[in-house]
């Protein structure tokens, strides 16, 4: 499964690049807004630091206004991915988009039927919201298990974006289920390292090397073998 960091933040992104671990970035407005730097600057230093798909959204209603968005976006560079919100006007631009050979991530989708429709309009990325599901009291990751019995049916080339984690055990369940991708904001990327029996360890490593260390560092007793003067 591949791993994208949910995050505009360029230091976190920076961070968790740094770990070996991020395939990929996806931002959204409300990222965004908490960022001081101008939206497509800031999408230019995403792309400089990640060598994988990242995701900017459009702002239109119309799929005129999303298509024209999406194509001056797309011009940033060429891992630029067009989120686009399920609607029927999202609907109609994604597949311009796609016709045109522009990737674009399909986004607040909170069911399987969203998910299909998505797919059959060219979508190459769809992004199902687990978390937002959770908070209204429904089972998110039973929609992940929905949508890829859906998918396994058909020959789509789309690839299934568990958005939305909480936690760990999102991740977990996405990666059992056979998702594509997790994007992940940067505290829960940051937990996934965590064990208490990891930190155990390594403190009873340390302990044991620094007991072996001064052993080896120990003067040994010499004999003293001269006699004695009569």
Known sequence: MKIFIDTANLEKIKEANSW???????????LVSKENMDFKTLVKEICKVVDGPISAEVMGDSAEEMVKEGKELAKIH???VIKIPMTKEGMKATKVLSSEGINVNVTLIFSAAQA???????????????GRLDD????????????MN????????TEVIVASIRHPIHVIDAAQMGA???????????????HPLTDNGIKRFKDDW???????????????TSKAKK
């Open 20 to 30: 070996g671990i991020v395939d990929g970035v996806t931002t959204n407005p409300s």
């Open 78 to 80: 060429k891992n630029i």
């Open 116 to 130: 299909l429709l998505a797919c059959k309009a060219g979508a190459r990325y769809i992004s199902p919201f687990v």
């Open 136 to 147: 209204a009291g429904q089972d998110g990751m039973k929609l992940i298990a929905e949508i």
């Open 150 to 157: 859906v998918l396994d049916n058909y020959d789509f080339n």
């Open 180 to 194: 594509d991708i997790a994007t992940i904001p940067f505290d829960v990327l940051d937990k996934m390292f965590n």
């Open 210 to 224: 620094a007991k072996c260390e001064n052993t080896t560092k120990r003067p040994s007793k010499q004999k003293n």
